[in-house]
C-alpha cells in the first residue's frame, strides 16, 4: 500500500529544492559586469558593485521565467483565437502587451544564443533587443552573436540599417500629407453602430481594428 501522504511530502520537497536551485541561479559573474564607481569611496563602491551583481542575476533570472512563460501562453493562444484570449490573460496578471513583448523578445533572444555568448543578451537593455528586432533578421543576429559578435558590433549593424533606409527615404516621392481628423469623427460618431451589424461585418471589423491596434503599438 502506497503512503500517499508520504509521497506528497517528498515531492513538496522536491519542489522547494528545486526553486531554491532556480533561484539562486547565478546567470552572470562579477567579471562579465562594468564597474561601479559612483563615489571616491572604495568601500561604498565595493557595496555598490555587490549590489549590482545580485540586482542584475535576480533580475535577469526573473525576467527570462517571466519571458518562457508568457511565450508558452502566446504560442498556445495563437492558433485558438488569435490574441484575443492572450491580451485577456495578460490583463488577468496585470501585464500589458508591450511588457510582455519586451519579456519574450528578451528570453527567445537568449535561448537561441549557444553556450557563453548568453551572457552578451543579459545585459543588453529592453530598447536595444527592440532594435535587433527591428532589424527583422532573427536568425541573422543570432548567427552573428554565436560567431562572437560583441554589442558594438550589432551596434554597427543597427546604424548601417537605419542609415539605409533613410537613404531609400530619400529616393521615394513626398508623402502626400493625410488628414485623420475626418477618419476619427466619423468613427467616433459611429462605433456603437457596430454592435447592430451583421454578424459577418462585425468579424470583418474587428479584424481591421486588430490590425490598427498593432500599427499604433509598433508591433
Known amino acids: 500500500m502506497i503512503d500517499l501522504s508520504t509521497l506528497k511530502s517528498k515531492l513538496e520537497t ?12 547565478v546567470l552572470l559573474q562579477q567579471g562579465d559586469l562594468p564597474v561601479v564607481e559612483l563615489t571616491d569611496s572604495e568601500e561604498i563602491n565595493a557595496f555598490l558593485q555587490n549590489k549590482y551583481f545580485e540586482y542584475i542575476n535576480l533580475a535577469q533570472g526573473a525576467a527570462l521565467k517571466y519571458g518562457r512563460l508568457l511565450e508558452n501562453v502566446f504560442q498556445k493562444l495563437k492558433e485558438f483565437d488569435g490574441e484575443i484570449t492572450y491580451c485577456k490573460f495578460l490583463n488577468v496578471i496585470g501585464t500589458n502587451r508591450m511588457t510582455a513583448l519586451r519579456y519574450r523578445r528578451r528570453a527567445k533572444l537568449f535561448d537561441s544564443i549557444q ?3 548568453k551572457k552578451i543578451v543579459l545585459l543588453f537593455r529592453d530598447d536595444f533587443i527592440a532594435k535587433i528586432y527591428a532589424l527583422n533578421d532573427f536568425e541573422g ?11 558594438e558590433d550589432l551596434e554597427e549593424w543597427i546604424a548601417e540599417v537605419s542609415e539605409e533606409k533613410k537613404e531609400i ?27 447592430t451589424l451583421d454578424y459577418d461585418k462585425q468579424i470583418e471589423v474587428e479584424k481591421y ?11
Open 115 to 117: 553556450g557563453e555568448y
Open 209 to 219: 481594428l486588430k490590425k490598427i491596434d498593432k500599427i499604433l503599438k509598433g508591433e
Open 169 to 195: 527615404r530619400k529616393t521615394l516621392p513626398e508623402p502626400i500629407q493625410i488628414s485623420f481628423s475626418v477618419y476619427k469623427e466619423d468613427i467616433f460618431n459611429n462605433f456603437n453602430k457596430i454592435e
Open 141 to 151: 543576429v543570432v548567427s552573428f552573436i554565436n560567431d562572437g559578435a560583441t554589442k
Open 14 to 25: 522536491l519542489e522547494t529544492q528545486e526553486e531554491v536551485k532556480e533561484s539562486s541561479l
